[in-house]
Structure formats: C-alpha cells, structure tokens
C-alpha cells in the first residue's frame, strides 16, 4: 500500500506561473542547444576558452537537449530536472575551474537551475509534498 501526502490542489496562478518560468527556461537552454548542435561561432568559441576540444561542441549540445526534452515532457520532468541539474553543474565547474567571474558566468547555470526547480516547485503538487515550506 502507498502512503497518500495530502496537498492542496495546483491553483490555476501557480500553475500558469510554473509554466512561464519553466517556459523561460526552456526556451534559453533550448537556444543554447541548437547553437551547439550547430556549431555556430559563440559555441565554438565558448567551447575553446572552457578549455574543451571543439569536437565536443556537438556531443554537448545533442545531451543538453536530449535533457531538456526529458525535461519537458510532464510525466518525465522531474527525472529532467535532476539530469539539468547535472549538467548545469558541468558548467558551473567548468566556469570555476577557469577563473571566469563569479556574478557574470559561474552563477549563472545556478540562476536557471533554479528557474527549472522553481516551476517545477509551482506546478507540481508532489514535489511541493516532499519539500514542504512553512506558511
């Protein structure tokens, strides 16, 4: 038998507000995927200076999407989250491990890391069971 965790329904303002942010997100790690899988100059030039060879740009950019797209799918997004949260902590140590500047480029993975939490956090009625905050 399942242990039941009562919650109070999705309202329909923290649902469309999950969504919007979640849709903020998607739509950069999106643009940020297609320049990869492209090769276009920002990524192979952002590759370089991280230090990665240039032959990857495509294999990262193809497992950010796939990610992403996990991500996007309802019934799979927390599992999308995770694999995210993974690989924006790629880039953060990626960052670090460089000297790039804390507010400018280290930190920002985190920023849409929590973007992706956070809509999550709204529209999931689950996830806001397991991590409960106090009114």
């Keep these: 038998m399942h242990p039941t ?3 109070d329904p999705v309202s ?4 469309w507000g999950g969504r919007i942010i979640g849709g903020l997100a998607v739509l950069f790690l999106l643009f ?3 320049v990869k899988v492209m090769k ?3 990524a192979m030039e952002g590759t370089a200076q991280l230090g990665y060879p240039q032959s990857l740009v495509f294999g990262i950019g193809c497992l950010e999407l796939a990610c992403l797209v996990v991500y996007a799918i309802p019934r799979t997004s927390v599992l999308g989250a995770i694999l995210l949260t993974g690989y924006l902590g790629g880039a953060v140590a990626s960052h670090v491990r460089i000297g790039s500047p804390l507010f400018g480029f280290v930190l920002f993975p985190v920023y849409v890391g929590l973007l992706i939490w956070g809509a999550l956090f709204l529209r999931d009625d689950r996830l806001r069971a397991l991590i409960p905050l106090r009114r």
């Design 32 to 34: 940020d995927g297609v």
């Design 5 to 7: 965790v009562q919650t």
């Design 12 to 15: 329909k303002k923290r649902l």
């Design 40 to 42: 276009l100059a920002p």
